[in-house]
């Protein structure tokens, strides 16, 4: 513990995890190309506008750089948080406001699934596997749009990473997660259910175009 005292310990823990979040690496890649990420393309501040607004390999070592985050505030609040369970998660998800929210580019961000995928590397890597190839492509397929799919399965995984895991502190984490993805793209959302939009970010509509034209 940083702190003995188990209540202090854990604020540090909390605001060091935002402050990590908020590490804008996609804005500072887009800097040293002239660009400010956050008026091209989608203006997400995150690896998927990287790799269309500044190039592919910005965009890869960015969305490599947000997993980074997740995994080290994993392991951070883990070695730090008294064995307590639930402190690491709560840490991640903090971590995920702190990167949609960014304190250091005027509470501008990304989306957060990055660090998301980080701390789950860490913490429990194969359920990372069963996100992406049991519970993302069914949403994506039914609802053909990025930000809604990714909301519901990440829902409905929590669920399914309480029974795994065998703590409802994981479905607790998860849905956290959910509401703070969704917060962040609540206009989008909002305009799927209302307007009827459907956007699937260019780099997943490649992936599953052949599956789109089946249905």
Not at 74 to 80: L, V
Not at 150 to 165: G, P
Not at 172 to 192: D, E, N, Q, R
Not at 194 to 200: H, K
Request: charged share 10%; with cysteine.
């Amino acid at each position: 513990m940083l702190f003995s005292n188990f209540y202090l310990n854990t604020a540090l823990i909390l605001i060091i995890s935002y402050i990590i979040g908020s590490i804008p690496f996609a804005y500072i890649a887009g800097r040293i190309r002239g660009v400010d990420i956050r008026k091209t393309g989608s203006g997400n501040v995150g690896g998927m506008n990287t790799i269309s607004s500044v190039g592919a390999l910005a965009g890869i070592l960015v969305a490599l750089a947000d997993m980074g985050k997740g995994a080290l505030v994993a392991w951070f609040a883990t070695k730090f948080s008294s064995s307590h369970p639930f402190i690491p998660l709560l840490a991640v998800v903090v971590t995920i406001v702190g990167h949609n929210w960014m304190i250091f580019i005027k509470f501008k961000g990304g989306k957060g699934l990055a660090i998301l995928v980080g701390a789950l590397f860490f913490l429990s890597p194969l359920s990372i596997l069963w996100l992406y190839l049991f519970f993302m492509p069914p949403a994506i397929i039914f609802y053909k749009d990025t930000y809604v799919s990714q909301a519901v399965a990440i829902f409905f995984f929590s669920f399914f990473m309480w029974y795994r895991e065998g703590s409802y502190y994981w479905c607790i984490f998860l849905i956290l997660v959910t509401l703070v993805y969704s917060a962040k793209c609540l206009g989008l959302i909002m305009t799927y259910f209302t307007e009827g939009r459907r956007d699937l970010s260019p780099v997943l509509h490649r992936i599953i175009k052949p599956f789109l034209k089946k249905i």
